[in-house]
């Protein structure tokens, strides 16, 4: 499992090539690809996805009978930083590129890596104007630490700025054209580049070593994985399985692909509506729902265990978390919690509660988020790591098992509410 999780961080290096590949796995699976802007025509026993923005990804199979929908939603961008579109930068010796933050990086955690770039063009064709994915693969940039000898306090607390500090290092030959590259990697000439969006990211492969797994972007590919796994082997219900694969969780959520869009509601809707059920059919639909938002959760570190609330730490390879906040950063209450609480039960997966200590800022993710589109029960959950946001993380070995596992049992259950709090699960 660890292996073919690797192998997934390793193609999703940016959205654009999460959504690409995922939608691979899917088509190879029988899913066909429906357009937003076409008709749809739904069979029963037939499973299909969607795309918005090239960046985020719905799939859903349909049953005979709609009684509700059974959702996963995980995010696959990570924080990394995004290459400027004047990227050129020609020093007196040096070519670098000029990049910005995306998401709250651990910055120092990049520097001295070799990185690569990828992501999307947009390019101009006798068609029209197209996207095309591209990716160097290869290492091609790095972000140079300064020496100890040039600033001794460097091991007293650093301070990073992203505009000083945080440029790539790209080449020394002035006459290599970053951009014509891209180009030529886009299989068209550079006047026909119209306009790019490309990122950095670690290109270093993960790694298995006692119980653990190292890599970069486990939050939230570890997520995003771990249940496609689960959507893809688990039997039909007669709740509808969705599986939901979000862009621009690290940044708010809040563009037209992220979890605060219309994605998810348009296209529940259009299931209901080639379904032959109405609007009112749709709200007794959601009623009978269940949203599991998947993204990790920050196990106890073991230089600084004092960081946790002490009745809520959690652990690698201790099982699936449970995350809980007042404010509502995470959208587990008791009535979600006691539903996904049965299901881990029943696929004898073992859970973990947590919650930050009360003086301590945590951060939010996609549960209540999607739930200004669409209201339903909804539960937070993620997988225990370390170095949330770092540029290479580590998490348990054991969990991604644990979380298909559970998953699988999820997708192929059906929720009805019985009264308002009561819910039998079948």
Not at 26 to 34: K, P, V, W
């Amino acid at each position: 499992m660890n292996q073919k999780l690797f192998s997934y961080i390793e193609a999703c290096t940016t959205p654009y090539q999460a959504i690409a590949h995922t939608a691979g796995i899917l088509r190879d699976a029988g899913y066909t690809h429906l357009n937003e802007s076409d008709s749809w025509t739904l069979e029963a026993g037939k499973g299909y996805f969607v795309t918005r923005n090239g960046s985020s990804l719905i799939a859903f199979r349909v049953p005979d009978t709609i009684g509700g929908f059974m959702m996963t939603a995980a995010h696959c961008d990570s924080p990394c930083f995004k290459i400027k579109e004047n990227a050129q930068l020609n020093g007196q010796n040096y070519v670098q590129l000029s990049v910005e933050r995306y998401g709250g990086m651990l910055m120092a955690t990049w520097m001295d890596k070799p990185l690569s770039v990828a992501g999307r063009v947009l390019v101009r064709t006798e068609r029209g104007i197209e996207t095309r994915f591209v990716d160097f693969k290869e290492p091609v940039a790095l972000i140079p630490n300064l020496a100890i000898h040039m600033n001794r306090k460097a091991n007293d607390g650093m301070t990073y700025n992203a505009a000083v500090d945080m440029l790539p290092l790209y080449s020394q030959d002035k006459e290599v054209s970053f951009r014509s590259r891209v180009a030529e990697l886009a299989g068209v000439q550079e006047e026909a580049l119209l306009t790019t969006d490309l990122f950095l990211y670690n290109p270093q492969k993960g790694y298995a070593w006692d119980n653990f797994v190292s890599a970069p972007r486990l939050d939230d590919l570890q997520c995003a994985f771990g249940s496609l796994e689960a959507f893809l082997s688990a039997e039909q219900a007669k709740n509808v399985p969705v599986y939901c694969l979000f862009d621009n969780e690290e940044v708010g959520s809040t563009t037209k692909q992220g979890a605060a869009s219309t994605f998810l509601k348009d296209v529940l809707l259009r299931i209901c509506a080639e379904s032959g059920l109405s609007e009112t059919d749709y709200r007794r639909c959601v009623a009978n729902s269940f949203l599991i938002s998947c993204d990790n959760a920050h196990a106890v570190h073991p230089n600084h265990p004092e960081y946790m609330d002490k009745n809520h730490a959690v652990y690698m390879n201790g099982g699936i978390v449970i995350k809980y906040n007042a404010g509502q950063k995470y959208t587990s209450d008791a009535v979600s919690a006691a539903i996904f609480q049965s299901v881990c039960d029943e696929a004898g997966v073992p859970f973990q509660r947590y919650a930050n200590r009360a003086d301590l800022m945590g951060g939010s993710t996609l549960g209540n988020i999607a739930n200004t589109q669409v209201s339903l029960n909804t539960v937070d959950i993620g997988l225990a790591q370390l170095a949330m946001h770092s540029s290479f993380e580590t998490a348990g070995g054991k969990d991604t098992e644990y979380m298909v596992r559970a998953l699988k049992c999820f997708f192929e259950k059906r929720l009805i509410m019985t009264t308002d709090g009561s819910y039998t699960i079948e």
